[in-house]
């Protein structure tokens, strides 16, 4: 195949911040994961250092939190203060301590060196919790909040600039779910009074690849909104850990990824917002969460089913799965280059996107008494957040191969080699994804611009793409070749992840 780029034909800026990570308080992400007074690694704060550095080694830009379904019902108050009151955790049916509360989450985004960005409570929450929270946050003294951040021992406000309202209430599974009217009056009413205390911070909502969902809140409350925020995850796990092979998987997301970036688009120009509304993938992952038996809404009758027995063996055991190494392979690295590829060709208005979630459960890092297991999509986030450039280029192709095939009934191709372009100080950092589970593709480039003479490949792969991680393991890593002079072409291995340096 043959790509054309020159550095007159831009796309956009690449904003760091897609590069961005989700933690939610379930399972292993907070205890356990960031959090471990315990651990060996653990700081005078109790945050796992090693999980820290991690993080700042793959630049983490941003990290959303504290849910997700988790959020839907949660009680910021409960999490402030020197007397931390426990509660029962409705979303995921477990107690929580509230030991680690929003100052803790700011604690720990200084240390990362990250940006902060709350998800309110959009369920059972109202526009006057969510309001307080940002008083909280980031007014310096006025009214009972901020005196009480500064009773808390923090002098100066924490300045959260980035802020949702809700998560997912669209759908049943979620608690306080509301159609599109309530929905849209809702975040109008929020985003009034979170921006009357701090006129500075950003505003997303939660929304959906849906024309009314988004035309209702489009209509009500766009004038308040600088993002939307819109979650995608593709392999299911409920009914089982893996659903599909590696080539059903990436026919399986082939085409969607672009498809939802499109639509939302779409929506945003019929309603005049494309300019001034940006796109927050602010929750994805290739495999949603393993989590049977629980989240997904429960009629009573069934519900009642579920005995002391069968939710410690069937609900809470099941959850440990997601802590399975051998899940999370080349495809997982594969899938999440060509994720990140796509927002970076459409960085014109997707400007956030935060894997989910950033540690344990499906995240690209696993934590254990020892240390971290550093799962494939970790290094994807490793050459992204490191190499690529802040300008991407508008590219031209020709001879793409492609890879078909009938799934859930329906024919799909998928290109085999999937690449993002980007410039920066003179220099070219090209992303190159091939696809091709078996053979090697060799990509032609043509710069226009004539200025490139040496090339150096970052590799990011494994024997095949099963290969995976896991402690005393480590399959799946980059290898950097020379710098050697530019023939106008390079090699792609079979599932493989590349960035290729041209100068
Ligand atoms: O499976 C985890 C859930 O996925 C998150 O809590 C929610 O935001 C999404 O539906």
């Not at 109790?46 to 080694?57: P, Y």
């Not at 808390?152 to 509301?178: A, F, Q, R």
């Not at 989590?291 to 027995?309: G, Q, V, W």
């Not at 060799?442 to 611009?449: G, Y």
Request: proline share 3%; charged share 30%; with cysteine.
């Amino acid at each position: 195949m043959k790509v054309t780029f020159t550095t007159k034909q831009k796309v956009g800026t690449a904003d760091k911040m897609l590069y961005g990570h989700f933690l939610e308080h379930f399972h292993r992400q907070i205890y356990g994961g960031v959090y471990d007074p315990t651990s060996k690694f653990a700081d005078e704060d109790g945050f796992r250092t090693d999980v820290i550095e991690a993080l700042k080694r793959i630049k983490t830009p941003i990290i959303r939190w504290p849910g997700g379904c988790y959020v839907s019902a949660y009680d910021w108050k409960k999490g402030v203060g020197k007397k931390r009151r426990v509660n029962y955790d409705k979303a995921w049916e477990v107690e929580e301590s509230n030991e680690f509360g929003t100052d803790e989450f700011i604690k720990l985004c200084r240390k990362i060196g990250c940006e902060p960005y709350i998800c309110t409570n959009g369920g059972t929450g109202t526009a006057e919790e969510m309001s307080d929270w940002v008083e909280y946050c980031n007014l310096k003294d006025m009214g009972e909040y901020a005196k009480q951040r500064k009773e808390n021992g923090y002098e100066e406000p924490h300045n959260v600039k980035y802020w949702s309202v809700g998560n997912e209430n669209w759908g049943i599974h979620e608690i306080g779910e509301k159609d599109s009217n309530e929905w849209g009056n809702l975040v109008r009413e929020a985003s009034k009074m979170m921006v009357r205390v701090d006129p500075t911070i950003e505003l997303s909502a939660a929304s959906i690849v849906d024309l009314d969902w988004n035309i209702k809140l489009l209509t009500k409350a766009g004038p308040y909104l600088d993002w939307l925020s819109i979650h995608s995850y593709w392999e299911w796990g409920p009914d089982g850990l893996k659903n599909h092979d590696y080539k059903e998987l990436m026919l399986l997301t082939g085409e969607e990824i672009v498809s939802n970036i499109d639509r939302v688009r779409a929506y945003l120009k019929a309603l005049g917002y494309e300019n001034k509304i940006k796109i927050a993938y602010d929750e994805w992952n290739l495999r949603g969460w393993y989590h049977p038996n629980s989240n997904m809404p429960m009629t009573t009758d069934e519900r009642r089913k579920i005995n002391e027995e069968f939710y410690e063996k069937e609900v809470l055991e099941q959850r440990n799965k997601n802590d399975i190494n051998e899940t999370y392979t080349m495809t997982d690295a594969v899938f999440s280059a060509a994720f990140l590829n796509t927002c970076l060709r459409n960085c014109d208005i997707v400007k956030m996107a935060c894997f989910s979630p950033v540690v344990n459960t499906r995240g690209a890092i696993f934590t254990h008494k020892d240390g971290l297991v550093f799962r494939p999509q970790y290094f994807v986030f490793e050459l992204y957040s490191n190499l690529l450039k802040d300008t991407v280029l508008k590219t031209w192709s020709e001879n793409v191969p492609t890879m078909n095939g009938k799934i859930n009934n329906k024919e799909r191709t998928v290109d085999t080699v999937d690449i993002a372009i980007t410039y920066g100080d003179g220099e070219y950092a090209v992303a190159a994804t091939n696809k091709d589970p078996e053979n090697e593709q060799t990509v032609e480039f043509d710069t226009l611009d004539g200025n490139v003479s040496m090339m150096r490949i970052h590799t990011l792969n494994g024997p095949s793409t099963e290969s995976y991680n896991d402690i005393d393991r480590t399959e799946v890593g980059i290898t950097v070749s020379e710098w050697v002079p530019f023939d106008g072409k390079a090699t792609l291995a079979p599932h493989s992840v590349n960035v290729i340096e041209l100068k």
